[in-house]
């Protein structure tokens, strides 16, 4: 699972620029692609040291409320499926999907990141065989697979996830099934403060304006682009898939870790993730 919030200090995005600064504006779907690759390149290290052990190395965690896919089964059996992991990380998930007895392939943005993954797979004996691509065009064949999913992964960091969405479409064979986990639309239109003042609305939900983050010389180094729940349910539709069910996972007693934005108190009112599952027809 590869996941963040807008802002990133608390992860070390420091040691990547020397300044920053915040803006509102345009990114195309190349300079989204190159800040992002650079981003994910730059910061995985701190990334897996800080949120490894949370994700296991042989884990399913759809989001950081800790949905785990072995107690909820958003995939269902998925032994002896053919199963794509678009934004796979440091292949967590499909590391935990191989153990489960699938077939699974991962694709993620950042070389670093599968870097990581081919050192979990050295420690753990569970291979994932993962290839660097951009996730708005899938290096697969039409009706490659049975099964696709992404935790966090690609969708939160491409310019047009309605590319996602068809290229999901296309590489999935009829009757096939995708299930993926975003951040919330909702949280959009609230501060990335796990503390009170991210409860308090300070934008509009319907601004789609990108987030950008620049560094000293203009240059995009982290691009997100805000999508409504209006606009993920017609991308999904749009691109010919079902919406069979929509999960908004509720903060789970107990659990008092923070992650960015995620936090225990915010997760008491208002939801921080959003899965999707569906499906490519069949006919």
Not at 95 to 124: C, F, K, M, N, Y
Not at 131 to 147: G, I, K, T, W
Not at 267 to 282: D, W, Y
Request: hydrophobic residues 40%; aromatic residues 10%.
């Amino acid at each position: 699972m590869t996941q963040d919030h807008p802002s990133h200090e608390d992860q070390g995005y420091e040691a990547l620029v020397e300044q920053i600064v915040v803006s509102r504006r345009p990114a195309s779907a190349a300079e989204t692609a190159a800040a992002n690759r650079g981003w994910w390149d730059g910061t995985s290290d701190d990334y897996q040291a800080e949120h490894g052990e949370f994700l296991r190395d042989v884990g399913f965690v759809w989001c950081p409320e800790g949905t785990d896919e072995a107690d909820v089964h958003l995939l269902g059996d998925v032994r002896g499926k053919r199963i794509l992991e678009i934004g796979c990380g440091a292949g967590q998930c499909g590391r935990w999907l191989i153990a489960q007895g699938a077939h699974v392939a991962g694709v993620d943005l950042s070389a670093r990141q599968l870097q990581h993954s081919r050192r979990i797979d050295e420690a753990t004996a569970v291979r994932l065989p993962a290839l660097v691509a951009n996730a708005e065009r899938l290096p697969f064949a039409d009706s490659s697979f049975d099964l696709a999913c992404s935790a966090f992964g690609a969708i939160p960091f491409v310019a047009d996830s309605a590319a996602v969405m068809r290229e999901a479409w296309r590489v999935l064979r009829p009757g096939g099934r995708f299930v993926f986990s975003v951040t919330h639309p909702l949280r959009w239109a609230f501060p990335d403060d796990p503390g009170p003042n991210g409860l308090v609305a300070d934008r509009s939900y319907f601004d789609r304006t990108p987030y950008v983050e620049v560094d000293e010389a203009g240059r995009a180094v982290y691009v997100e682009h805000h999508r409504t729940m209006a606009d993920r349910i017609g991308e999904i539709v749009g691109a010919g898939l079902r919406l069979d069910a929509m999960v908004e996972p509720e903060w789970p007693d107990g659990h008092e870790r923070e992650w960015g934005q995620w936090s225990p108190l915010r997760g008491r009112f208002i939801p921080g993730t959003a899965i999707f599952l569906c499906s490519r027809p069949e006919g």
